[in-house]
């Protein structure tokens, strides 16, 4: 943005500025922030209308500058795709609680998880590559090693079907208190106020006793991940650890499963269902009381807190080991982090994409052609470019220490 414009009306040549800073110029015509007036957070107009959110400055401006119009809709529309005003992505995606995963490729591209549920079609047809099917593969294989009895029990409600997973979850829970490792093994709670679900890989005791918390990444690449792809894994079984530790300690009740899931705890279980539980040795009729006697048998178990958190690669076509990683276990960073996610789904703030340092992740990306936020990165970076050329005529020379003008090296801040 170039700082010495001090017209009061902006000139029309700006077609290639991104939006952001189309606005933040246009910030340069509103009167300052009216600091004495506690509902008052942003600029206000000339007329003292309150301008606090971007829409509102959106529809100031254009009836402002009517002849840019166009430019502002522009801004408006982007803007309006990504976040809907007054309604939190929570409600937009009409979302009661959320799985471990998604925080994880959220971890990714904030934007790109957006983007898959307003573009879902595209979504589909990146979780049907070959990578992701031969990854979902291997999982039940390993997850059949570990059940080689399995019994097929008809589930008519969604209570039956929720039911068979506490089922397998009680027969887990022996298989681990006997010491043997089992894989698939579902895991919720309430993180920082929010429900989540999600499914640790496997879990195991080590010769030591420790209790292992296993996450399997299959990988078509022979080689370890890249530190930003092993960030979100690690998040991934921080969290499992949280949510687990949370269960075995009773700090999760009845109340926020049935919530969360909207299950009703009346709801008698189907015949064959009962059939089976009595055959287990359980005498539970309605779903509450399969889901009280998980919670008390959880409780009540010798089991305790994770004790190791580790990643295992391996190789898709192979199947060979490439590596494992130990994760370190900092609660209070991973708090904080989730948190930090969870302000984007509470509506206290838009997605974010990814910066230049990690544009190699839009390469990949399914909507990089129509990604606005790449694009007004790239505009971001171009217009920098050329400021730094005005100001430096002989910026295309190479640099003391090998930047040629990319942006990162020249120290520039980029949102
Ligand atoms: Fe995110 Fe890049 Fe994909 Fe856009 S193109 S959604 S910024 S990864």
């Given at each position: 943005?170039?700082?010495?414009?001090?017209?009061?009306?902006?000139?029309?040549d700006?077609?290639?500025?991104?939006?952001?800073?189309l606005?933040?110029?246009?910030?340069?015509?509103?009167?300052?922030?009216?600091?004495s007036?506690?509902?008052?957070?942003?600029?206000?107009g000339?007329?003292?209308?309150?301008?606090?959110?971007?829409?509102k400055?959106?529809d100031?401006?254009?009836k402002?500058?009517?002849?840019?119009?166009?430019?502002?809709?522009?801004?408006?529309?982007?803007?309006?795709?990504?976040?809907?005003p007054?309604?939190?992505?929570?409600?937009r995606?009409?979302?009661?609680?959320?799985?471990?995963?998604?925080?994880?490729?959220?971890?990714?591209?904030?934007?790109?998880?957006?983007?898959?549920?307003?573009?879902?079609?595209?979504?589909?047809?990146?979780?049907?590559?070959?990578?992701?099917?031969?990854?979902?593969?291997?999982?039940?294989a390993?997850?059949?090693?570990?059940?080689?009895n399995v019994v097929?029990?008809a589930a008519?409600?969604?209570?039956?079907?929720?039911?068979?997973?506490?089922?397998?979850?009680?027969?887990?829970v022996?298989a681990?208190e006997?010491?043997?490792?089992?894989?698939e093994?579902?895991?919720?709670?309430?993180?920082?106020?929010?429900?989540?679900?999600?499914?640790?890989?496997?879990?195991?005791?080590?010769?030591?006793?420790?209790?292992?918390?296993?996450?399997?990444k299959?990988?078509?690449?022979?080689?370890?991940?890249?530190?930003?792809?092993?960030?979100?894994?690690?998040?991934?079984?921080?969290m499992?650890?949280?949510?687990?530790?949370?269960?075995?300690?009773g700090?999760v009740k009845?109340?926020?499963?049935?919530?969360?899931?909207?299950?009703?705890?009346?709801?008698?279980?189907?015949?064959?269902l009962?059939?089976?539980?009595?055959?287990?040795?359980?005498?539970?009729?309605?779903?509450?009381?399969?889901?009280?006697?998980l919670?008390?048998?959880?409780?009540?178990?010798?089991?305790?807190?994770?004790?190791?958190?580790?990643?295992?690669y391996?190789?898709?076509?192979?199947g060979?080991?490439?590596?494992?990683?130990?994760?370190?276990?900092?609660?209070a960073q991973?708090?904080?982090?989730?948190?930090?996610?969870?302000?984007?789904?509470r509506?206290?703030?838009?997605p974010?994409?990814?910066?230049?340092?990690?544009?190699?992740?839009?390469?990949?990306?399914?909507?990089?052609?129509?990604?606005?936020?790449r694009?007004?990165?790239?505009?971001?970076?171009m217009?920098?470019n050329?400021?730094?050329?005005?100001?430096?005529p002989k910026?295309?020379?190479?640099?003391?220490?090998?930047?040629?003008?990319n942006?990162?090296?020249?120290?520039?801040?980029?949102?």
């Amino acid at each position: 943005m170039n700082s010495n414009i001090t017209s009061t009306e902006p000139s029309d040549d700006w077609g290639d500025i991104s939006d952001a800073e189309l606005l933040d110029v246009q910030s340069e015509h509103l009167a300052p922030p009216d600091r004495s007036s506690p509902t008052l957070g942003g600029n206000v107009g000339d007329d003292g209308q309150s301008l606090e959110t971007t829409e509102k400055r959106i529809d100031y401006l254009i009836k402002k500058w009517p002849n840019l119009a166009h430019l502002f809709e522009r801004v408006k529309n982007r803007s309006t795709a990504l976040s809907v005003p007054n309604q939190s992505p929570m409600e937009r995606f009409l979302k009661r609680h959320l799985s471990v995963t998604q925080l994880c490729e959220q971890s990714w591209c904030e934007v790109k998880m957006a983007y898959g549920f307003i573009k879902p079609k595209v979504r589909m047809l990146e979780m049907q590559n070959t990578e992701v099917t031969t990854g979902a593969s291997i999982h039940l294989a390993r997850e059949l090693e570990v059940k080689p009895n399995v019994v097929t029990v008809a589930a008519v409600t969604r209570e039956d079907r929720e039911a068979l997973k506490l089922i397998n979850m009680l027969q887990m829970v022996s298989a681990l208190e006997t010491g043997q490792l089992v894989r698939e093994f579902p895991v919720f709670g309430v993180l920082e106020g929010m429900f989540f679900m999600g499914v640790v890989d496997e879990l195991n005791r080590s010769d030591s006793g420790e209790l292992v918390l296993s996450e399997l990444k299959t990988r078509s690449h022979n080689s370890l991940p890249r530190p930003a792809q092993t960030k979100g894994h690690a998040l991934q079984v921080g969290m499992y650890k949280l949510l687990f530790d949370s269960m075995v300690k009773g700090s999760v009740k009845r109340d926020h499963l049935l919530h969360n899931l909207q299950l009703d705890p009346n709801r008698v279980l189907g015949s064959d269902l009962q059939t089976h539980t009595q055959s287990l040795g359980l005498q539970a009729v309605t779903f509450r009381e399969l889901l009280d006697h998980l919670l008390v048998v959880l409780t009540c178990s010798n089991l305790h807190a994770i004790d190791k958190l580790r990643l295992e690669y391996s190789h898709q076509s192979s199947g060979k080991l490439i590596g494992t990683r130990e994760v370190a276990f900092e609660e209070a960073q991973l708090r904080t982090n989730i948190r930090g996610y969870l302000a984007y789904w509470r509506g206290e703030r838009v997605p974010q994409g990814v910066e230049v340092e990690e544009a190699w992740k839009c390469r990949m990306c399914p909507y990089e052609e129509t990604c606005d936020w790449r694009r007004d990165r790239s505009q971001r970076l171009m217009m920098v470019n050329k400021r730094a050329k005005l100001e430096c005529p002989k910026s295309d020379d190479p640099k003391p220490n090998g930047s040629n003008l990319n942006g990162s090296k020249l120290g520039v801040e980029y949102r």
